[in-house]
């Protein structure tokens, strides 16, 4: 259960007071507390704020480069747009001049011209009252009256007569004929026949004086097929000339054509061109090849703008008087759109045009535009989007095309959109990579802390254990001494033997709380960094028998013999002797604290290679070996329940352990469990690289 901050707080102070009354363990938990607040605080500022703060600026900086990136593309794609649509401004721009010049130079408009616009299929002209008035005409061709019909059967008789070359017979059935006719068409017709089978009788004179009639009386009237009876005339006089005076034959047939080509002709019917052709045909033997394939060109465009007007006459028609009303002032242009054509509306004086273009070549020409408008190395590309199209989701801008296309846009879209997405996706995953770094530094930045929070954590509860563990050992040489010298004062022993015993007791504590005081000590200078030796050459045996001497007593006493063994002789050795003398006999009374059943403890110094060697053996308990590098460690005993009933600080061997490395040497042992231990002071003959004084 998570106390409330209130408690906790209250707690903390709770437990603040208890530590400076002096108790241990509240001072202890107290330190918890309080590390785990500095490790909080600690860990934020030296871990957790910069890692989120350095994410924080490595996302903004991918988000800044996204939105620089999308920047880049949305202007490129707007300079596309605007580029296309100034194209197509400056198509229809060209297209205008160019018409209203052709208007203005009264050429006729009724073929096609590449030159103003590629996709310009037919032009309407309109008359001041809304009527078409070229080049094309609308005109009904009225059905055959029954009289017509009467006539037709004549004709027929007539004209099979001519097929059977019964030109005399054929010319009176004509004649019988243009006697029965009723009406100008039948008449015509008649008359034409006549005329013709005149012609093969070789009466050129009255086949002459017939045609003349028809193109004087009937030359605009047309028959039933859409043929005007005046170009079949001229045609069928033209060709009879050729056959006597070629030149003029030619000339003649050469300039009907001229007019065919550059006349109105009517929508539906074919007769202009028929007719233009067919005199074509007959001058080719004998016309100018220049003349000739320009002819044929200009008629075949002709042809093909009647083609055109016919198949966009419904649409035309579908703008109805809209288109027809419009009124425009001179040389301007309006647009409007039918399913199959843009329709461009212009006037000049009192003439209003129509122009009619085939919206699918448009809009081949669109698309070439907007492929032209950007560089093909561009993130974008320019589409053409009419009215029906789908537009899709990846657009980037758009641009009406309007006034001349209503409803129809270019279209700017990214040209490879995978390696768009792509590109965001890389930005993604380095945002994504930024914060697993992030949230990795702090989980590592996290486990260190902790673990060095950990670490004074236990420092804390070693100083603890320690104090309390020093208290307690304290206590117990001293109760000794207090209790014995009581017995003692008051008489209460009263046998020599008990006497001695007792002043036998109270000195091996005195001595035994000297000791421990000393190591406290000297361990809490150590600790502090303010231990100093005075280490100089000396004679190390004396040193050793001293430190022996001096815990002879105590070893008596508990019954424990030291063997001591020196060399004849020995070099000069470095130490401080009081620091040598203590690290003994810390290892002495080790060796009768653990060895104390077996009664003896030997003792030995050595000249090995370049090291003097100091051995302190006994017959006790031994060390297991996964205990043997841990024993030098500060407050380090045994987990052997045969060791832990002695007492001790855990402090001897680290003091011995220092003392050694202060004189550039060091401690080793060799231990079997249940059989004994023997710790080796090894001693550097050369004296110490370090100055006397530490
Ligand atoms: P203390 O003796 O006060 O516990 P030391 O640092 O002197 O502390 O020794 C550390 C531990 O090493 C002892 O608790 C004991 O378990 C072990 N030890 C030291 N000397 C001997 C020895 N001669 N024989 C067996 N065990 C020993």
Same mark, same amino acid.
């Given at each position: 259960?998570?106390?409330?901050?209130?408690?906790?707080?209250?707690?903390?102070i709770?437990?603040?007071?208890?530590?400076?009354?002096?108790?241990?363990?509240?001072?202890?938990? *107290?330190?918890?507390?309080?590390?785990?607040?500095?490790?909080?605080?600690?860990?934020?500022?030296? #871990?957790?704020?910069?890692?989120?703060?350095?994410?924080?600026?490595?996302?903004?900086?991918?988000?800044?480069?996204?939105?620089?990136?999308?920047?880049?593309?949305?202007?490129?794609?707007? *300079?596309?747009?605007?580029?296309?649509?100034?194209?197509?401004?400056?198509?229809?721009?060209?297209? &205008?001049?160019?018409?209203?010049?052709?208007?203005?130079?009264?050429?006729?408009?009724?073929v096609?011209?590449?030159?103003?616009?590629?996709?310009?299929? #037919?032009?309407?002209?309109?008359?001041?009252?809304?009527?078409?008035?070229g080049?094309?005409?609308?005109?009904?061709?009225?059905p055959l009256?029954?009289?017509?019909?009467?006539?037709?059967?004549?004709?027929?008789?007539?004209?099979?007569?001519?097929?059977?070359? &019964?030109?005399?017979?054929?010319?009176?059935?004509?004649?019988?004929?243009?006697?029965?006719?009723?009406?100008?068409?039948?008449?015509?017709?008649?008359?034409?026949?006549?005329?013709?089978?005149?012609?093969?009788?070789?009466?050129?004179?009255?086949?002459?004086?017939?045609?003349?009639?028809?193109?004087?009386?009937?030359?605009?009237?047309?028959?039933?097929?859409?043929?005007?009876?005046?170009?079949?005339?001229?045609?069928?006089?033209?060709?009879?000339?050729?056959?006597?005076?070629?030149?003029?034959?030619? +000339?003649?047939?050469?300039?009907?054509?001229?007019?065919?080509?550059?006349?109105?002709?009517?929508?539906?019917?074919?007769?202009?061109?028929?007719?233009?052709?067919?005199?074509?045909?007959?001058t080719?033997?004998?016309?100018?090849a220049?003349?000739?394939?320009?002819?044929?060109?200009?008629?075949?465009?002709?042809?093909?703008?009647?083609?055109?007007?016919?198949?966009?006459?419904?649409?035309?028609?579908?703008?109805?008087?809209?288109?027809?009303?419009?009124k425009?002032?001179?040389?301007?242009? +309006?647009?409007?759109?039918?399913?199959?054509?843009?329709?461009?509306?212009?006037?000049t004086?009192?003439?209003?045009?129509?122009l009619?273009?085939?919206?699918?070549?448009?809009?081949?020409?669109?698309?070439?535009?907007?492929?032209?408008?950007?560089?093909?190395?561009?993130? #974008?590309?320019?589409?053409?989007?009419?009215?029906?199209?789908?537009?899709?989701?990846?657009?980037?801008?758009?641009? +009406?095309?309007?006034?001349?296309?209503?409803?129809?846009?270019?279209? *700017?879209?990214?040209?490879? %959109?995978?390696?768009?997405?792509?590109?965001?996706?890389?930005? *993604?995953?380095?945002?994504?990579?930024?914060?697993?770094?992030?949230?990795?530094?702090?989980?590592?930045?996290?486990?260190?802390?902790?673990?060095?929070?950990?670490?004074?954590?236990?420092?804390?509860?070693?100083?603890?254990?320690?104090?309390?563990?020093?208290?307690?050992?304290?206590?117990?040489?001293?109760?000794?001494? @207090?209790?014995?010298?009581?017995?003692?004062?008051?008489?209460?022993?009263?046998?020599?033997?008990?006497?001695?015993?007792?002043?036998?007791?109270?000195? @091996?504590?005195?001595?035994r709380?000297?000791?421990?005081?000393?190591?406290?000590?000297d361990?809490?200078?150590?600790?502090?960094?303010?231990k100093?030796?005075?280490?100089? %050459?000396?004679d190390?045996?004396?040193?050793?028998?001293?430190?022996?001497?001096?815990?002879?007593?105590?070893? &008596?006493?508990?019954?424990?013999?030291?063997?001591?063994?020196? %060399?004849?002789?020995?070099?000069?050795?470095?130490?401080?002797?009081?620091? #040598?003398?203590?690290?003994?006999?810390?290892?002495?009374?080790?060796?009768?604290?653990?060895?104390?059943?077996?009664?003896?403890?030997?003792?030995?110094?050595?000249?090995?290679d370049?090291?003097?060697?100091?051995?302190?053996?006994?017959?006790?308990?031994?060390?297991?070996?996964?205990?043997?590098?841990?024993?030098?460690?500060?407050?380090?005993?045994?987990?052997?329940?045969?060791?832990?009933?002695?007492?001790?600080?855990?402090?001897?061997?680290?003091?011995?352990?220092?003392?050694?490395?202060?004189?550039?040497?060091?401690?080793?042992?060799?231990?079997?469990?249940?059989?004994?231990?023997?710790?080796?002071?090894?001693? %550097?003959?050369?004296?110490?690289?370090?100055?006397?004084?530490?």
């Open positions: 259960m998570v106390p409330e901050p209130r408690d906790s707080l209250s707690i903390l709770r437990r603040l007071r208890d530590a400076v009354r002096g108790d241990v363990r509240a001072r202890e938990e *107290v330190y918890d507390l309080r590390g785990v607040i500095r490790f909080v605080g600690i860990f934020s500022m030296t #871990v957790l704020a910069p890692g989120l703060l350095l994410a924080w600026y490595g996302i903004q900086g991918i988000r800044a480069e996204q939105r620089a990136g999308a920047a880049e593309v949305a202007r490129e794609a707007d *300079v596309a747009a605007e580029s296309a649509v100034s194209e197509v401004g400056t198509y229809f721009q060209n297209f &205008e001049d160019a018409t209203l010049n052709r208007l203005k130079s009264g050429e006729s408009l009724g096609r011209l590449p030159e103003l616009a590629d996709s310009l299929r #037919v032009v309407f002209r309109f008359d001041a009252d809304g009527n078409l008035a080049p094309f005409a609308r005109e009904e061709i009225p009256e029954d009289q017509e019909m009467l006539l037709f059967t004549r004709q027929q008789e007539a004209f099979a007569l001519f097929q059977r070359k &019964e030109y005399q017979r054929s010319a009176n059935t004509y004649a019988q004929a243009m006697r029965e006719a009723h009406g100008d068409r039948a008449l015509a017709a008649a008359l034409v026949g006549r005329a013709g089978a005149l012609l093969a009788l070789g009466d050129i004179a009255g086949a002459d004086s017939s045609y003349r009639e028809v193109l004087q009386r009937y030359g605009d009237l047309r028959d039933i097929y859409g043929f005007r009876y005046g170009d079949l005339a001229r045609l069928k006089m033209g060709e009879s000339l050729l056959a006597r005076n070629p030149v003029a034959g030619q +000339s003649d047939l050469q300039g009907l054509v001229e007019e065919l080509i550059g006349a109105t002709w009517v929508i539906g019917r074919g007769g202009e061109a028929a007719v233009a052709r067919r005199a074509l045909d007959l080719a033997p004998l016309a100018d220049e003349w000739l394939g320009r002819t044929r060109i200009r008629l075949a465009e002709r042809s093909a703008a009647l083609y055109h007007a016919e198949r966009l006459l419904p649409d035309m028609d579908s703008l109805g008087a809209k288109g027809r009303l419009l425009l002032s001179s040389g301007q242009f +309006s647009y409007t759109r039918t399913d199959q054509a843009l329709w461009a509306i212009t006037w004086d009192n003439d209003q045009y129509i009619g273009m085939d919206l699918r070549t448009l809009r081949a020409r669109l698309l070439l535009i907007a492929s032209r408008s950007t560089g093909t190395d561009a993130d #974008v590309k320019v589409e053409v989007a009419d009215s029906n199209g789908m537009i899709g989701t990846d657009v980037l801008t758009r641009r +009406s095309l309007s006034p001349w296309l209503p409803g129809w846009s270019m279209v *700017v879209r990214p040209r490879y %959109p995978a390696a768009l997405a792509l590109r965001q996706e890389e930005q *993604v995953d380095r945002g994504r990579g930024i914060i697993m770094l992030s949230v990795l530094m702090i989980g590592i930045g996290a486990l260190v802390s902790a673990r060095l929070l950990q670490r004074e954590l236990d420092a804390a509860a070693e100083k603890a254990d320690f104090a309390a563990m020093v208290s307690h050992e304290l206590r117990s040489p001293l109760t000794q001494i @207090r209790v014995k010298a009581e017995a003692l004062f008051l008489g209460v022993v009263t046998s020599e033997e008990g006497r001695s015993r007792d002043y036998g007791i109270i000195m @091996r504590e005195c001595e709380l000297s000791r421990m005081i000393d190591n406290i000590l361990f809490s200078a150590i600790r502090r960094g303010v100093k030796y005075w280490i100089r %050459p000396g190390l045996a004396l040193t050793v028998i001293r430190a022996v001497e001096s815990s002879q007593v105590g070893m &008596e006493m508990a019954g424990v013999e030291v063997e001591l063994e020196l %060399p004849e002789d020995l070099p000069a050795v470095h130490h401080d002797p009081e620091a #040598v003398a203590q690290a003994l006999t810390n290892l002495l009374s080790n060796a009768a604290k653990y060895g104390q059943d077996a009664g003896w403890i030997g003792v030995r110094v050595w000249l090995v370049q090291e003097v060697w100091v051995e302190v053996a006994d017959r006790g308990i031994g060390i297991a070996p996964e205990e043997q590098k841990l024993i030098f460690s500060q407050y380090y005993r045994s987990n052997d329940p045969q060791a832990r009933r002695r007492k001790g600080t855990g402090l001897g061997l680290t003091i011995v352990d220092y003392i050694m490395k202060a004189h550039n040497g060091r401690v080793s042992l060799r231990s079997i469990l249940g059989s004994g231990t023997t710790f080796i002071l090894h001693f %550097p003959v050369r004296p110490p690289d370090a100055t006397v004084e530490r």
